[in-house]
T-cell receptor, first 116, second 114 residues
Framework: KQEVTQIPAALSVPEGENLVLNCSFT??????LQWFRQDPGKGLTSLLL?????REQTSGRLNASLDKSSGRSTLYIAASQPGDSATYLC???????????????FGKGMKLTVNP | DAGITQSPRYKITETGRQVTLMCHQT?????MFWYRQDLGHGLRLIYY???????DKGEVPDGYVVSRSKTENFPLTLESATRSQTSVYFC?????????????FGSGTQLSVL
């Protein structure tokens, strides 16, 4: 059974720091991995999706990397801003299993606070 | 450009009552999902649907019923609400589920069962 872990559960940093958020998963047979952002009282917004054949994806100040063999992904946030304060979740998607349907397995998230 | 909307935003009910949470999407996405989010458990899949009239169980389906008579709607019903079903419920949709499709989430329904 796939398990996704995000450590630490919370992080507080001053504005301007470059950040690395970690995500680890137990089963390396994944189809893709997504990083989401969740603001308080809101739904999840997809930030980046990395296919299993890819090593990284970039969007603006965000860069996500994937190392399937070690079961790890990192989300790099450059020059953090107070507006980056949110909970960040990673989710992995496995391959279709016979008689079933693959689904996303989520980590519990990491709450980021960027202080001005 | 409404996207995916959930209603109600907040709901308080009593144990034993039937409750229906609504989910509507304007994109005509084929796939729709219901998740619940709880402290200590993260997001867990309740039910999903690949198309109208096609639904299947997720990780935690007990006590819930879904239907999908129209592509755009995917209501979730708690047949007899229990305190353990107090949670935040999220509906999500995806155009397909066989490639690089992203998942789009609604804003959630916060349900309290007293």
């Amino acid at each position: 059974k796939q398990e996704v872990t995000q450590i630490p559960a919370a992080l507080s940093v001053p504005e301007g720091e470059n950040l690395v958020l970690n995500c680890s998963f137990t089963d390396s047979a994944i189809y893709n991995l997504q990083w989401f952002r969740q603001d308080p009282g809101k739904g999840l917004t997809s930030l980046l999706l990395i296919q299993s054949s890819q090593r990284e994806q970039t969007s603006g100040r965000l860069n996500a990397s994937l190392d399937k063999s070690s079961g790890r992904s990192t989300l790099y946030i450059a020059a953090s801003q107070p507006g980056d304060s949110a909970t960040y979740l990673c989710a992995v998607r496995g391959f279709i299993t016979q008689g079933g349907s693959e689904k996303l397995v989520f980590g519990k998230g990491m709450k980021l606070t960027v202080n001005p | 450009d409404a996207g995916i909307t959930q209603s109600p935003r907040y709901k308080i009910t009593e144990t034993g009552r039937q409750v229906t949470l609504m989910c509507h999407q304007t994109w005509s996405h084929s796939y729709m999902f219901w998740y619940r989010q709880d402290l200590g458990h993260g997001l867990r899949l309740i039910y999903y649907s690949a198309a109208a009239d096609i639904t299947d169980k997720g990780e935690v389906p007990d006590g819930y019923v879904v239907s999908r008579s129209k592509t755009e709607n995917f209501p979730l019903t708690l047949e007899s609400a229990t305190r353990s079903q107090t949670s935040v419920y999220f509906c999500a949709s995806s155009e397909r589920w066989g490639g690089v499709e992203k998942l789009f989430f609604g804003s959630g329904t916060q349900l309290s069962v007293l």
